[in-house]
């Protein structure tokens, strides 16, 4: 995926990401329901040091790295929640450091922004018993412990808001939350179970007959096999890949993965011709996935709108693509690469409708049939 992690940017990209999804399933353990590990911690960088988790509080212990990117972009958002749930004591602890002597500056540049206890790791001692033990060989990575010492919850922190919500309500159902990670767990499994297969195939016509075959087996597994299978297709049948792109836009696993449906726009949208009309049918696929993944978030995601912008350009609608690039001009951000190559989009979309013809406009939406 590219430095905004919204698109596929390469066949081999996308088959890491299956992999690390798959892999997942090799560690197995700890989950919602269990009772958390004890703290081991090597020393405070902020805050006043907590040495165990008590009964009767609530905790939310998140893993980070110096190295780490979206770690970093994370932090504000676990001060805000940190802000918001006083009573909540939150700890980050610094794992996996590859300088260790890093970690202090960074919080002191971090400053107001990371506004909750900092630790450090003893020695690997968090990594093993608490994300070794629970499967997690990514970060950032939270957990919710509750009042009772078992852990409600595992995920992502930008995830983690409503379910901290519900735990700190006493509404949280650690039961039903332990039976989708068995499930989540099976599912990896599964996965872990394609890579094998994927990896033993001999050229990229047995990796896609592996694909396919996982796909109509589980079509629960459309992302990511779908998008693996569609990325490979892309580089060797331009036609079966648009038949599958239509495929994955009406798979329920789909209907509301908003970037799952923009990697599939983008996919049909991003390759060669850059500059040139895309076929009616690619078009129409094209165009179904930008604007589903557009109404899942509401118009609200610069870069989703920019794949939209570009679906209408490619499919001749200049002036729809305008508007739409104006709409993701306006959205972005304060990402200067992702603002940048919005705005290039638009000036690239500006420029082609200076230049038209006077012709019918939105012509592909009101042909007849058209699914779009």
């Known amino acids: 995926?590219?430095?905004?992690?919204?698109?596929?940017?390469?066949?081999?990209?996308?088959?890491?990401?299956?992999?690390?999804?798959?892999?997942?399933?090799?560690?197995?353990?700890?989950?919602?329901?269990?009772?958390?590990?004890?703290?081991?911690?090597?020393?405070?960088?902020?805050?006043?040091?907590?040495?165990?988790?008590?009964?009767?509080?609530?905790?939310v212990v998140e893993f980070w790295a110096t190295w780490c990117g979206p770690c970093r972009?994370?932090?504000?958002?676990?001060?805000?929640?940190?802000?918001?749930?006083?009573?909540?004591t939150f700890i980050g602890v610094d794992v996996w450091e590859q300088d260790p002597a890093a970690a202090a500056p960074f919080v002191k540049e971090m400053g107001d922004k990371m506004d909750y206890h900092v630790a450090q790791d003893d020695n690997g001692a968090m990594a093993a018993t608490w994300m070794k033990a629970a499967g997690q060989d990514g970060?950032?990575?939270?957990?919710?412990?509750?009042?009772?010492?078992?852990?409600?919850?595992?995920?992502?922190?930008?995830a983690m808001a409503p379910v901290l919500a519900k735990v700190v309500a006493g509404q949280w159902d650690a039961a039903k939350a332990r039976g989708e990670a068995q499930l989540t767990a099976a599912r990896n499994a599964k996965l872990a179970g394609v890579e094998e297969q994927f990896r033993a195939a001999k050229d990229p016509a047995g990796q896609q007959k592996v694909l396919r075959d996982a796909l109509d087996a589980d079509p629960t597994l459309a992302d990511p096999i779908g998008l693996v299978l569609l990325q490979s297709l892309m580089q060797s049948?331009?036609?079966?890949?648009?038949?599958?792109?239509?495929?994955?836009?009406?798979?329920?696993?789909?209907?509301?993965?908003?970037?799952?449906?923009?990697?599939?726009?983008?996919?049909?949208?991003g390759g060669d011709p850059p500059n040139g009309q895309l076929d009616a049918a690619v078009a129409a696929a094209a165009l179904r996935a930008a604007r589903r993944a557009d109404q899942v978030v509401g118009g609200k995601e610069a870069a989703i709108a920019d794949t939209l912008g570009m679906a209408y350009f490619r499919a001749g609608d200049l002036e729809r693509a305008v508007e739409t690039q104006q709409r993701a001009a306006a959205l972005v951000e304060n990402d200067p690469n992702e603002a940048k190559e919005i705005r290039d989009h638009l000036a690239r979309f500006q420029t082609a409708l200076a230049a038209a013809p006077p012709s019918?406009?939105?012509?592909?939406?009101?042909?007849?049939?058209?699914?779009?």
């Not at 972009?73 to 909540?88: D, F, R």
Request: hydrophobic share 45%; proline share 6%.
């Open 1 to 59: 995926m590219d430095k905004r992690n919204r698109r596929v940017a390469s066949w081999l990209g996308l088959c890491a990401a299956l992999f690390a999804v798959g892999g997942a399933a090799r560690a197995a353990g700890l989950g919602p329901g269990d009772a958390a590990p004890k703290l081991a911690l090597k020393g405070f960088l902020k805050g006043e040091p907590v040495t165990e988790l008590t009964s009767g509080k609530t905790y």
């Open 73 to 88: 972009a994370s932090i504000p958002h676990l001060t805000e929640m940190a802000h918001q749930y006083k009573a909540v």
């Open 139 to 158: 970060i950032p990575c939270a957990f919710i412990v509750g009042g009772d010492g078992n852990i409600a919850w595992i995920g992502h922190p930008m």
């Open 237 to 269: 049948d331009r036609a079966a890949a648009t038949t599958l792109a239509l495929r994955l836009i009406d798979m329920p696993a789909l209907q509301n993965n908003a970037m799952a449906l923009n990697y599939v726009a983008w996919d049909l949208v």
């Open 360 to 372: 019918r406009t939105h012509e592909i939406e009101a042909r007849p049939g058209s699914r779009l």
